[in-house]
C-alpha cells in the first residue's frame, strides 16, 4: 500500500460518530470499506470527498471506491431524456440581425436542425450577411436540410420573421466587463428594435446583445413590444456552463447533472445550488463546499475565460446552442422551465427591470414565470442583480 494511504472502516465512521461529527473526510488516495460506507449511511454521518481529485480509488485490499459504493446506495438513476413533443412547430422565418460569431453559428444550427424554412441574415458590414446565407445553402447539398438562407444589409430582410434574434453589437475583449459596452451596443439594438418594430411587428425577440439584461431593456423600450416578445438569452448558456463544471467535478455525464443560473448574465449571476442535482441527489453527496463553490466561480467566470483566450472576439459556440435552446422551447420542441431574462412584473419580489428567472416559453413567447422555491441568500442574490441592473441603466 502506497505510504499515507488510508484505509476508511467502520471504525472511523463511530468515531466521528462518538465526537459529534457529522462528516468524514475522504483525501486523495483513501480507500472507503462497503462497510465504512453502510455505517456512514445508517448513522447518517456523510462521508465528504472533500479535496479529493479523482474520489477514492479502485479496490486494492476488499474495499471498494467512494464513488461505486454512493452510486450503488443511490435509487437508480436514469437521466432525464428531453422531452420530444410531436406537435414541435415548424418556424417560417427565422430573422438573424448580426452575422457575426453568434449570429453565423445560430444560422448553422438552425440550418442543420432544419427546424425553420427561411433564415434570413442581417449584418452592417457589407458582404459578411450574403456570405454567410451563402456558405450555409452550399451545405445543404449534405445536410439535405430545406432551410434556405438569404443574407444582406437591409432591414427589410427582416420582414416576416416569427422569431428575431439579435446578436449585432461588439463584443468585449479582455479586461472588460459586458457592463462597459452599454453605450457602444445600445445604439446598435435601438436600429435593430427599428428595423423589427416596422417590419416584423408581430415577431418574438431573442436578444442576445450585451451587456443582456440591459440591452433587453433597451430592447423592449424600443420596438414597445408586451414582454412576452421580449426574451434575453443568457441563462441557457450560464446554466451550461454550471451543469459542464459540476459534471467535471464530479466526474459524470452532463446529463446526470440539473442545474440552472439565474440573475444578470454579469457579477451578480445567481447559479441555484439549492436545486441543483447529480443524478437526483444534492450537490453537497458529490462534492464538498470547496468544490461546489468552484463551480459556481467556474460559471460565473466562463465567459470572462473564453475572452482571455481569444484575446478579440468571446465564445460563439455554447452560446449559439443556448439561443436554440430557446428557439426549440417556443416551437415546443422542448418544454419546463428555462432559464430566461424577462422583464419581471412582482415575481420574486421585483419589478421593473429585466431579470434571468425560470419561465416557461411557448408559441407566444413567455408564458409564465415559474417562482421556485429558492433559500434565502439565493432570493438576496437575485434582488441584489436587480438593483445593480437598474442603477447600471439608471432606472
Ligand atoms: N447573451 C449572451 O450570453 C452572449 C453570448 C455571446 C455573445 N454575446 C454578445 O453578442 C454580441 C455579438 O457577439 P459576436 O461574437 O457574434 O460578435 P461579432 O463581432 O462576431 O458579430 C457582431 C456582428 O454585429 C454586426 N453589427 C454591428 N452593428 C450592427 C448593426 N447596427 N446592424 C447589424 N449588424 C451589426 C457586426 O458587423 C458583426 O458582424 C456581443 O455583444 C457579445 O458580447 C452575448
Ligand atoms: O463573456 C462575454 O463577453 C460573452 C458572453 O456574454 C458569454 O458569456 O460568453
Known amino acids: 500500500m502506497a505510504a499515507g494511504r488510508r484505509v476508511i472502516g467502520a471504525?472511523?465512521?463511530?468515531?466521528?460518530?462518538?465526537?459529534?461529527r457529522i462528516v468524514v473526510e475522504i483525501l486523495p488516495g483513501d480507500i472507503v470499506?462497503?462497510?465504512?460506507?453502510?455505517?456512514?449511511?445508517?448513522?447518517?454521518?456523510r462521508l465528504v470527498d472533500g479535496?479529493?481529485?479523482r474520489p477514492a480509488v479502485a479496490r486494492t485490499d476488499g474495499g471498494t471506491s467512494l464513488r461505486r459504493v454512493l452510486y450503488r446506495r443511490s435509487?437508480?438513476?436514469v437521466a432525464p431524456k428531453p422531452a420530444t413533443p410531436r406537435n414541435a412547430r415548424r418556424l417560417t422565418k427565422l430573422a438573424l440581425i448580426g452575422a457575426g460569431g453568434v449570429g453565423g453559428t445560430i444560422g448553422h444550427l438552425a440550418a442543420n436542425a432544419d427546424l425553420v424554412d427561411e433564415i434570413a441574415l442581417i449584418?452592417?458590414?457589407?458582404?459578411?450577411a450574403e456570405a454567410v446565407a451563402l456558405d450555409l445553402n452550399h451545405a445543404s447539398g449534405i445536410s439535405r436540410t430545406r432551410a434556405r438562407a438569404v443574407g444582406g444589409?437591409?432591414?427589410?430582410?427582416?420582414?416576416?420573421?416569427?422569431v428575431v434574434v439579435v446578436t449585432a453589437g461588439r463584443p468585449r475583449t479582455p479586461g472588460m466587463s459586458r457592463a462597459d459596452l452599454i453605450d457602444v451596443n445600445r445604439r446598435v439594438v435601438q436600429a435593430a428594435a427599428e428595423a423589427i418594430r416596422t417590419q416584423a411587428p408581430g415577431a418574438i425577440v431573442i436578444v442576445v446583445t450585451n451587456p443582456l439584461d440591459e440591452m433587453t431593456v433597451e430592447m423592449l423600450r424600443a420596438t414597445g413590444f408586451p414582454?412576452?416578445?421580449?426574451?434575453?438569452?443568457?441563462?441557457?448558456?450560464?446554466?451550461?456552463?454550471?451543469?459542464?463544471a459540476l459534471a467535471a467535478a464530479a466526474g459524470v455525464?452532463?446529463?446526470?447533472?440539473?442545474?440552472?443560473?439565474?440573475?444578470?448574465?454579469?457579477d451578480e449571476m445567481a447559479p441555484i445550488v439549492s436545486l441543483s442535482r447529480i443524478r437526483g441527489r444534492p450537490l453537497d453527496v458529490f462534492l464538498s463546499p470547496a468544490r461546489i463553490d468552484a463551480c459556481v466561480k467556474d460559471a460565473v467566470t466562463g465567459g470572462g475565460q473564453v475572452v482571455a483566450l481569444r484575446k478579440s472576439g468571446s465564445a460563439t459556440l455554447a452560446p449559439a446552442h443556448a439561443a436554440i435552446e430557446l428557439i426549440d422551447h417556443i416551437r415546443g420542441a422542448r418544454t419546463g422551465p428555462v432559464p430566461v431574462s424577462v422583464m419581471l412584473d412582482g415575481e420574486y419580489g421585483i419589478a421593473g427591470v429585466v431579470l434571468g428567472v425560470p419561465c416557461h416559453l411557448g408559441r407566444a413567447g413567455l408564458v409564465s414565470v415559474e417562482e421556485l422555491k429558492l433559500t434565502d441568500a439565493e432570493l438576496a442574490a437575485l434582488r441584489a442583480a436587480a438593483e445593480a441592473i437598474r442603477s447600471r441603466l439608471g432606472l
Open 253 to 266: 455525464g452532463p446529463a446526470d447533472v440539473e442545474a440552472m443560473t439565474l440573475g444578470s448574465h454579469g
Open 51 to 53: 479535496p479529493i481529485e
Open 123 to 128: 449584418d452592417i458590414t457589407p458582404g459578411l
Open 11 to 20: 471504525e472511523h465512521v463511530e468515531e466521528a460518530r462518538a465526537r459529534g
Open 153 to 162: 444589409t437591409d432591414a427589410a430582410l427582416v420582414s416576416g420573421a416569427d
Open 33 to 45: 470499506t462497503a462497510l465504512a460506507s453502510e455505517t456512514a449511511q445508517r448513522l447518517g454521518i
Open 75 to 77: 435509487p437508480k438513476w
Open 227 to 244: 414582454r412576452e416578445r421580449v426574451l434575453g438569452m443568457a441563462g441557457t448558456l450560464d446554466s451550461s456552463r454550471f451543469r459542464n
